[in-house]
Each structure stands twice: as C-alpha cells, then as structure tokens.
C-alpha cells in the first residue's frame, strides 16, 4: 500500500522573503513543493478564484505594500474586475505567498496555517 505524499503548492515571487520563508518551512519538514513563480506564470483564474472565495478579494491585495502604493491604488476606486486584473498582471500586488495544501489555503506569511497543512501528512 502507498503511502499519501502531501504537497503543497505556492504562489510567489523567487525573491519575496516571504515565499522564501515559505518554501523553507515546508522543506524543514520534509513537504513535497510544487512552487509557481508568479513573475512566469501567472495563476489560473480557477486557482485564484478559489483564494478569493476564502479570503475575498480585499484580503488577498497587499494594501500595505510598495506595489500598491506606486500604482496609485490608494487614489483610485476599481470595480472588482479592474482589480483582479491588475493583481494578475502585477503580482506584487498579492499578499504573498498564496499556498494550497489539499483543501487548506493559507495567505501571507501565516505558520500557523503551514503547521495546520504540514500536521496532515
């Protein structure tokens, strides 16, 4: 009989500390990783939908951010679409990293949530 391998999917930049952060707290425990970097590909409208369902939109926009600031964000009002479009073409404007394991997902730099995925291996 074989045994399950968990995996974990992350969303990020290569050089976000946070996606690194990430990548690093799953290869500590031994999680396989399947990392897509956002500046390459960007996420499948399914995929970003799903993180949209949980969070909502407004969570996963870093609102805080640099990116966010320098495109003006602050100033302007988007409808939803306008928005989504804009995180899928810049995405430094996501809270970063978005990761999926199984049916968890977690935004950001959350260890309590990578624990949670981890612990169902």
């Known amino acids: 009989m074989a045994v399950k391998q968990l995996s974990v999917q992350i969303f990020g930049l290569k050089n976000s500390p946070a996606t690194r952060a990430a990548e690093r707290f799953f290869k500590e425990r031994r999680v396989t990783i ?21 969070f909502g939109l407004a969570g996963l ?7 966010y600031t320098d495109a003006g964000l602050k100033y302007y009002k988007l409808s939803d679409a306008e928005l989504l479009t804009r995180m899928e073409r810049d995405p430094k404007l996501l809270r970063l990293p978005l990761v999926r394991g199984g049916k968890l997902l977690s935004i950001g730099h959350d260890e309590d949530a990578w624990k949670a995925m981890a612990a169902v291996a």
């Open 34 to 54: 399947h990392m897509v970097d956002l500046k390459l590909k960007p996420m499948a409208a399914g995929e970003i939908g799903r993180f949209i369902q949980r």
């Open 61 to 67: 926009l870093a609102s805080d951010g640099k990116a």
